[in-house]
């Protein structure tokens, strides 16, 4: 098998040109509250004295709602790259380096951690008693859809109705699995002296998502609904990543360690739970199945059989027909470790399929950073 020497940039544009990529089409998925939303929320753009921009740290570029970044850019901003656990930490120093040469405020966080929420808060209070002396502030919250944006309102709001009780009435954001869910605005204090406020807005994409990989990020990371792209296509666009990077490699050669020093390493233990996990998330529900040992055994037996396929596959993964065909391998073979079982072959790759995605959006594949920092351009 000829090895790659791919970066992350090369890899998206070659899987961006593969046939199932392509064979789709462009992403589509605009609901008719976004266009309302997208007009409503540019007025009140106007009135924000900080904005946050909530991205995906996941795909802190392709999480970016391009058609407000020339309104954002004249704003005074933080970037907050959220969902960091599920995040390469080592390249999520990159991202927060890069952002930084950029004089551009950013912060790495997870919504669901009252800790990582103060400090984001804390430094938006900061940011805004710096260069405004005026006595009632608004803030604004932004993003599109599947962030993490109203997980991140709502633990605000906790921390709001901590400062200021007389605000805890005020209805919780509405947040779900499916993207497009908070379709209305609201918001409420956090500070005084100066009185600083907090609005919520719903999470809004551009119209059309003109780069194929763009949308296949969007989608795979949730921002776009599954129907609007097929499963089947997202997790083939997922097996091309992995593939390319060799990442089920890594796998073997992380657990074969493991087995070699009996796991007692602390810093092997802490390289294997960043891939395994020792607990499930809140955000991890997602997961039809409750027992965890179960869970990290099938996860195990899923790491195993894309290495195998991808160590024994004799064909030239530079050749994207060969790299196709070792997907369509490893769709099928995964229906034993997943334990799906049924006689319709289409129905197998779609089941398979969803159980796959949602091994990968709940982080129990490892963290992943799906951009290039090096096209990263505020």
């Given at each position: 098998?000829k090895?790659?020497?791919?970066?992350?940039?090369?890899?998206?544009?070659?899987?961006?040109?593969?046939?199932?990529?392509?064979?789709?089409?462009?992403?589509?998925?605009?609901?008719?509250?976004?266009?309302?939303?997208?007009?409503?929320?540019?007025?009140?753009?106007?009135?924000?004295?900080?904005?946050?921009?909530?991205?995906?740290?996941?795909?802190?570029?392709?999480?970016?709602?391009?058609?407000?970044?020339?309104?954002?850019?004249?704003?005074?901003?933080?970037?907050?790259?959220?969902?960091?656990?599920?995040?390469?930490?080592?390249?999520?120093?990159?991202?927060?380096?890069?952002?930084?040469?950029?004089?551009?405020?950013?912060?790495?966080?997870?919504?669901?951690?009252?800790?990582?929420?103060?400090?984001?808060?804390?430094?938006?209070?900061?940011?805004?008693?710096?260069?405004?002396?005026?006595?009632?502030?608004?803030?604004?919250?932004?993003?599109?859809?599947?962030?993490?944006k109203?997980?991140?309102?709502?633990?605000?709001?906790?921390?709001?109705?901590?400062?200021?009780p007389?605000?805890?009435?005020?209805?919780?954001?509405?947040?779900?699995?499916?993207?497009?869910?908070?379709?209305?605005?609201?918001?409420?204090?956090?500070?005084?002296?100066?009185?600083?406020?907090?609005?919520?807005?719903?999470?809004?994409?551009?119209?059309?998502?003109?780069?194929?990989?763009?949308?296949?990020?969007?989608?795979?990371?949730?921002?776009?609904?599954?129907?609007?792209?097929?499963?089947?296509?997202?997790?083939?666009?997922?097996?091309?990543?992995?593939?390319?990077?060799?990442t089920?490699?890594?796998w073997?050669?992380?657990?074969?360690?493991?087995?070699?020093?009996?796991?007692?390493?602390?810093?092997?233990?802490?390289?294997?739970?960043?891939?395994?996990?020792?607990?499930?998330?809140?955000?991890?529900?997602?997961?039809?199945?409750?027992?965890?040992?179960?869970?990290?055994?099938?996860?195990?037996?899923?790491m195993?059989?894309?290495?195998?396929?991808?160590?024994?596959?004799?064909?030239?993964?530079?050749?994207?027909?060969?790299?196709?065909?070792?997907?369509?391998?490893?769709?099928?073979?995964?229906?034993?470790?997943?334990?799906?079982?049924?006689?319709?072959?289409?129905?197998?790759?779609?089941?398979?399929?969803?159980?796959?995605?949602?091994?990968?959006?709940?982080?129990?594949?490892g963290?992943?950073?799906?951009?290039?920092?090096?096209?990263a351009?505020?």
């Amino acid at each position: 098998m000829k090895a790659g020497a791919e970066g992350i940039r090369t890899i998206g544009r070659r899987i961006g040109k593969m046939r199932f990529a392509v064979s789709g089409g462009v992403v589509q998925w605009f609901p008719g509250h976004m266009f309302a939303a997208t007009r409503v929320i540019r007025e009140r753009l106007k009135l924000a004295d900080l904005v946050i921009e909530v991205r995906d740290a996941r795909i802190p570029l392709s999480s970016a709602n391009e058609d407000l970044q020339n309104v954002l850019s004249h704003k005074r901003r933080i970037i907050a790259l959220n969902k960091k656990d599920l995040a390469n930490p080592n390249m999520m120093h990159h991202w927060i380096r890069s952002f930084d040469s950029k004089k551009q405020d950013c912060i790495a966080v997870n919504a669901l951690s009252k800790h990582s929420v103060s400090q984001l808060l804390a430094l938006a209070e900061l940011k805004l008693k710096e260069v405004s002396s005026k006595d009632t502030m608004l803030v604004m919250v932004v993003g599109v859809p599947n962030v993490g944006k109203s997980a991140l309102i709502n633990s605000i709001h906790q921390i709001a109705v901590s400062r200021f009780p007389v605000q805890e009435k005020i209805k919780r954001a509405t947040v779900g699995r499916l993207p497009g869910v908070t379709q209305d605005i609201a918001g409420f204090k956090i500070s005084n002296r100066p009185s600083i406020y907090v609005l919520d807005t719903p999470g809004i994409l551009v119209p059309r998502i003109h780069d194929i990989e763009t949308g296949l990020k969007l989608a795979l990371t949730g921002a776009v609904k599954d129907s609007a792209v097929g499963e089947e296509r997202l997790a083939q666009y997922l097996l091309a990543i992995l593939n390319i990077r060799k990442t089920p490699l890594h796998w073997n050669n992380l657990m074969n360690s493991a087995k070699q020093s009996d796991g007692s390493s602390p810093e092997l233990v802490e390289r294997v739970s960043s891939i395994f996990g020792n607990s499930f998330h809140k955000r991890r529900k997602a997961l039809d199945v409750t027992d965890i040992m179960y869970v990290e055994g099938l996860v195990k037996e899923v790491m195993y059989t894309l290495f195998t396929t991808l160590s024994e596959y004799d064909g030239d993964l530079d050749d994207d027909a060969c790299l196709e065909s070792l997907i369509d391998i490893q769709l099928m073979s995964l229906q034993k470790p997943l334990k799906v079982v049924h006689k319709s072959s289409e129905v197998v790759r779609t089941m398979v399929s969803k159980k796959l995605l949602t091994l990968f959006r709940t982080g129990k594949l490892g963290p992943f950073i799906l951009d290039d920092v090096s096209e990263a351009i505020m």
